[in-house]
C-alpha cells in the first residue's frame, strides 16, 4: 500500500525532473492578497493598496513585479505600481459595482549556484491572477 502512495512522486519526478519537482514541493510561486476594497463615493477620493509576495521565497523583495489590470476600474480611479505594492486611487465620477481582474508577473533574479556552475531563476510559476470588485456610491 505504502508503495501505491509514493506512484504519484515517482511519476512526476520522471515527468519534470527533480528540480521541478523539489520547486513545487515548496509551492514558490507569485501570490496577490485577498483583498476586500472598501466602498467608494462619487466625487470622494478613494484610496487602496496591496502587497504581493512570492509564496515560501525569503528573497521575494529580489523579484522583478508587473502588474496588469483587465476589464474598467470606475471611471477617475487608476492604478500605481510601486515595486510590490499596487494602490487603487483617485476620485471615482460613476457609481456602480465594477468588477475587474489583476494580473501580476514575476520577474527572478538569476543567483549564481557555485556548486553547479548554474544560475538558478526557477519557480513553480511567474505570474497569478484574481479578480476583484469595487463598488461605488
Given at each position: 500500500?505504502?508503495s501505491?502512495?509514493?506512484?504519484p512522486f515517482?511519476f512526476?519526478?520522471?515527468?519534470?525532473g527533480?528540480e521541478?519537482i523539489?520547486e513545487?514541493i515548496?509551492?514558490?510561486?507569485?501570490?496577490?492578497?485577498?483583498k476586500?476594497f472598501g466602498?467608494?463615493?462619487?466625487?470622494?477620493y478613494?484610496y487602496?493598496?496591496?502587497?504581493?509576495?512570492?509564496?515560501n521565497?525569503?528573497?521575494?523583495?529580489?523579484?522583478?513585479?508587473?502588474?496588469e489590470?483587465?476589464?474598467?476600474?470606475?471611471?477617475?480611479?487608476?492604478?500605481y505600481?510601486n515595486?510590490r505594492?499596487?494602490?487603487?486611487?483617485g476620485t471615482p465620477?460613476v457609481?456602480?459595482?465594477?468588477?475587474?481582474?489583476?494580473h501580476?508577473y514575476?520577474?527572478?533574479?538569476?543567483?549564481?549556484d557555485?556548486?553547479?556552475?548554474?544560475?538558478e531563476d526557477s519557480?513553480c510559476s511567474?505570474?497569478t491572477?484574481?479578480?476583484?470588485?469595487?463598488?461605488?456610491?
Amino acid at each position: 500500500m505504502k508503495s501505491l502512495k509514493l506512484l504519484p512522486f515517482l511519476f512526476c519526478f520522471l515527468l519534470f525532473g527533480c528540480e521541478d519537482i523539489i520547486e513545487c514541493i515548496f509551492n514558490k510561486r507569485p501570490e496577490i492578497p485577498d483583498k476586500s476594497f472598501g466602498v467608494g463615493y462619487v466625487n470622494n477620493y478613494y484610496y487602496e493598496e496591496f502587497t504581493s509576495e512570492i509564496k515560501n521565497e525569503p528573497r521575494d523583495d529580489d523579484y522583478g513585479y508587473t502588474y496588469e489590470i483587465y476589464d474598467d476600474l470606475p471611471e477617475g480611479l487608476q492604478t500605481y505600481a510601486n515595486y510590490r505594492t499596487l494602490s487603487i486611487e483617485g476620485t471615482p465620477l460613476v457609481s456602480g459595482t465594477f468588477t475587474f481582474t489583476i494580473h501580476l508577473y514575476v520577474d527572478p533574479p538569476e543567483y549564481y549556484d557555485e556548486d553547479s556552475g548554474e544560475y538558478e531563476d526557477s519557480l513553480c510559476s511567474y505570474s497569478t491572477s484574481k479578480e476583484f470588485t469595487i463598488i461605488i456610491d
